[in-house]
C-alpha cells in the first residue's frame, strides 16, 4: 500500500468515524448521490495521481521550502539589546544601530592597572593590547564603530551582556578562547581570552582611560 493509498483510506475511517458520531433517531440517514460521487472523486485523486496529489502537494512544498531557503541565505535573525544576529551555518553577520559614531580614535582604553600590559599596537581605526590575567594571556581591541561585523557563531550560542550598562554579547570562538563584544562612548571593544562570562564582565567593566605617560 502507498502513502497515498493509508491516506485515501485514513481519510474514510475519519469520515465513518464522523458520521457514527451523530447517530440520528428514527430511519437512517442515506447520503444524497451527489455527496456520494464528490467522495468518491477525492478518494480516487488521492489513489489515482491527480495534479493535487498528496504526494505533488508534498513536492511543492518542499520546493516552497528550498526557495525560501535560497531567498533568505539559510539564515536566522535574532536580536537582542542593540545588536541583530543574521546567522547563517558557520557565521553570523552582526548589525548595531548607533548615532554615536567617532571618525578616529582619540582616546585609548586600558584593562584596570592590576592587570599586566605586555604589547600595545595602533592603527588608524584599531587600537589592540594584550595582558597578563592570572598566568593567561587576554587581548583588548578597540575599533572605531562599524554597523556591521562577523562573529564565529558556528555551534556557539550568542549570550547577551550587559557592561556598565552598555549592550554586550558573549560568546565561545574555539576550543577554550571566547570573547565579549560591547559598544561604549562611540567604540567598539572586543576582549578575548580564557575566561568565563562573568570573568569576562568583570575585565570589560575595569576598563577606563589610562594616562598616556603611563603607557610603556
Same mark, same amino acid.
Given at each position: %500500500?502507498?502513502?497515498?493509498?493509508?491516506?485515501?483510506?485514513?481519510? $474514510? =475511517?475519519?469520515?465513518?468515524?464522523?458520521?457514527?458520531?451523530?447517530?440520528?433517531?428514527?430511519?437512517?440517514?442515506?447520503? #444524497?448521490?451527489?455527496?456520494?460521487?464528490?467522495?468518491?472523486?477525492?478518494?480516487?485523486?488521492?489513489?489515482?495521481?491527480?495534479?493535487?496529489?498528496?504526494?505533488?502537494? $508534498?513536492?511543492?512544498?518542499?520546493?516552497?521550502?528550498?526557495?525560501?531557503?535560497?531567498?533568505?541565505?539559510?539564515?536566522?535573525?535574532?536580536?537582542?539589546?542593540?545588536?541583530?544576529?543574521?546567522?547563517? $551555518?558557520?557565521?553570523?553577520?552582526?548589525?548595531? =544601530?548607533?548615532?554615536?559614531?567617532?571618525?578616529?580614535?582619540?582616546?585609548?582604553?586600558?584593562?584596570?592597572?592590576?592587570?599586566?600590559?605586555?604589547?600595545?599596537?595602533?592603527?588608524?581605526?584599531?587600537?589592540?593590547?594584550?595582558?597578563?590575567?592570572?598566568?593567561?594571556?587576554?587581548?583588548?581591541?578597540?575599533?572605531?564603530?562599524?554597523?556591521?561585523?562577523?562573529?564565529?557563531?558556528?555551534?556557539?550560542?550568542?549570550?547577551?551582556?550587559?557592561?556598565?550598562?552598555?549592550?554586550?554579547?558573549?560568546?565561545? %570562538?574555539?576550543?577554550?578562547?571566547?570573547?565579549?563584544?560591547?559598544?561604549? =562612548?562611540?567604540?567598539?571593544?572586543?576582549? #578575548?581570552?580564557?575566561?568565563?562570562?562573568?570573568?569576562?564582565?568583570?575585565?570589560?567593566?575595569?576598563?577606563?582611560?589610562?594616562?598616556?605617560?603611563?603607557?610603556?
Amino acid at each position: %500500500m502507498t502513502f497515498d493509498d493509508l491516506i485515501a483510506q485514513g481519510i $474514510r =475511517d475519519t469520515l465513518d468515524k464522523k458520521c457514527a458520531e451523530y447517530p440520528l433517531e428514527g430511519k437512517k440517514h442515506h447520503f #444524497s448521490l451527489g455527496y456520494k460521487i464528490r467522495r468518491r472523486r477525492m478518494l480516487r485523486s488521492l489513489t489515482k495521481g491527480s495534479p493535487f496529489s498528496s504526494r505533488k502537494l $508534498r513536492l511543492i512544498l518542499i520546493a516552497v521550502i528550498l526557495a525560501l531557503f535560497a531567498l533568505t541565505g539559510f539564515s536566522l535573525w535574532r536580536q537582542f539589546g542593540g545588536f541583530s544576529f543574521n546567522i547563517f $551555518r558557520d557565521h553570523s553577520n552582526v548589525f548595531y =544601530d548607533s548615532n554615536e559614531v567617532k571618525t578616529a580614535i582619540e582616546e585609548i582604553y586600558f584593562l584596570s592597572e592590576e592587570y599586566e600590559l605586555i604589547s600595545i599596537t595602533s592603527k588608524q581605526n584599531l587600537v589592540r593590547s594584550k595582558y597578563m590575567v592570572d598566568g593567561e594571556i587576554v587581548t583588548l581591541n578597540q575599533y572605531l564603530l562599524s554597523h556591521v561585523n562577523i562573529a564565529n557563531t558556528e555551534n556557539n550560542n550568542v549570550e547577551y551582556l550587559l557592561i556598565n550598562g552598555n549592550d554586550g554579547y558573549y560568546l565561545t %570562538m574555539f576550543e577554550n578562547i571566547n570573547y565579549v563584544m560591547w559598544i561604549m =562612548d562611540g567604540y567598539q571593544f572586543q576582549l #578575548s581570552g580564557e575566561f568565563d562570562k562573568n570573568a569576562a564582565k568583570i575585565l570589560a567593566e575595569s576598563l577606563k582611560i589610562r594616562n598616556s605617560d603611563k603607557i610603556p
